[in-house]
């Protein structure tokens, strides 16, 4: 059974720092493209940070760019996003995503739960 577990969200001040952390299990994490995903209320879901499974290449949202830091640690099977100088716009639900492409009619993709980033004074 697959499984991938948020933590380190909450409220913290804009400018502010926080470091969200994805444990994830039953898997072989290491086979895995590793995505952020946020959602805001009235929002739709967006992509805002991804690495792949070596951990060599990173991607980001336009909106995070130069804010978010994207890493991975495959012997602990945990992926890490550091938010650095935190907004109110950053304001959302954030989730993991597991992605593995097998071949053109296989692909797996799990989901965490969430966990809530709240920037607020």
């Known amino acids: 059974q697959v499984q991938l577990v948020e933590s380190g969200g909450g409220l913290v001040q804009p400018g502010g720092s926080l470091r969200l952390s994805c444990a994830a299990s039953?898997?072989?994490?290491?086979?895995?493209?590793m995505r952020w995903y946020r959602q805001a209320p009235g929002k739709e879901r967006e992509l805002v940070a991804a690495?792949?499974?070596?951990?060599?290449?990173?991607t980001y949202a336009d909106s995070v760019k130069g804010r978010f830091t994207i890493s991975r640690d495959n012997a602990k099977n945990t992926v890490y996003l550091q938010m650095n100088s935190l907004k109110p716009e950053d304001t959302a639900v954030f989730y993991c995503?597991?992605?593995?492409?097998?071949?053109?009619?296989?692909?797996?993709?799990?989901w965490g739960q969430g966990t809530q980033v709240t920037v607020s004074s």
């Open positions: 995503n597991a992605g593995r492409v097998v071949s053109m009619r296989t692909r797996y993709s799990y």
């Open positions: 039953g898997l072989n994490f290491s086979e895995y493209v």
């Open positions: 690495i792949t499974s070596a951990g060599g290449t990173t």
